[in-house]
């Protein structure tokens, strides 16, 4: 019988269908669910996860983050499905990447934290839940600063505040607010994709006017031939948040430092492997195709 991949999340998109084409030609059965799919049965003496794609799989695979547009639903929502993704993971089936390093990798303020804590270099950041605490903790920053929301991916939310300009009210969707400083740069940064062992590189170069360098938002990707020193830092992050399969962004910033901006946990290689050749999903393949059974 070939051993069964439960894909969670992104049902019919182009990263699903990638991973169910790759792990096909090496022998294994893919199933996709969605996030809102996932349930619970609990009796005394038993729990059981459903549905039973995800009960029977050899290889639990995250494809998308785990939330919902609604604040305290998302919360609700993360807490729930973390939940059912630790005990598939208790019950020994591996989970990429584990709830755990998920859970890191969907906090922004916790990644930071985990980065930090690791003595990576990453913006001075301010985080507060109060107006009047955040304008005094901006003004520690000094110059521009980037406000962005906890939760959020693909340059979504972000705004950049000027020398002078005001938090509004609308601008914070959420009760936290997590302002990190404006690193001056040359208009591109790297992306770099963790694949356990191996690292995939490119050059994301912002589009015209747009200081974000996010594909989604325009901007063009390169192959990037990453310095040695900028492979061992995405692989320190990786580390630091718990997974094997890790976006990394890293900025160079004017004065020659670099920075670690973001680390994505259910990272996209769309973009990756436009730029660099298919060898970026067969090696994902390969990677997950060792984990089952372990």
Known sequence: MSRRVCLVGGVGGWHARRLAAV?????????????????????????????????????VVARSMPGSASQQARLEEVIFRM??????AAAGTP??????????????????????????????????????????????LGAACVLKPLFGSGGK????????????????PGGVMYLQEFISHPGWDARVLVV????????????????????????????????????NLARRVATAVGGSLVGVDLLPAEDGRVFV?????????????AALGEQV????ADHLAGQVGR
């Open 23 to 59: 792990l096909a030609a090496r022998g294994l059965r893919t199933e996709s669910i969605a996030w809102n799919d996932l349930a619970a049965t609990v009796e005394a003496g038993r729990v059981a996860v459903h549905p039973e794609a995800l009960a029977r799989a050899d290889l």
């Open 83 to 88: 939940d059912l993704l630790g005990q598939v």
């Open 95 to 140: 989970v990429i990447n584990p709830p755990r390093s998920l859970e890191v990798a969907i906090d922004k303020y916790l990644t930071l934290a985990r980065l930090a804590a690791a003595g990576l270099p990453v913006p001075r950041t301010r985080v507060a839940q109060t107006a009047a605490a955040a304008e005094r903790l901006r003004n520690e």
């Open 157 to 172: 939310g972000l705004i950049r505040l000027e020398p002078g300009e005001s938090i509004s009210a609308g601008q914070v």
């Open 196 to 231: 356990g062992e191996r690292l995939f590189a490119i050059r994301r170069q912002a589009a015209a006017g747009e200081w974000r360098t996010n594909l989604a938002l325009g901007g063009q990707a390169e192959p990037f031939e990453l310095p040695a020193e900028w492979g």
């Open 261 to 273: 901006l973001e680390a994505n946990a259910v990272p996209a290689w769309r973009g990756v492997e």
């Open 281 to 284: 999903s067969e090696a994902i």
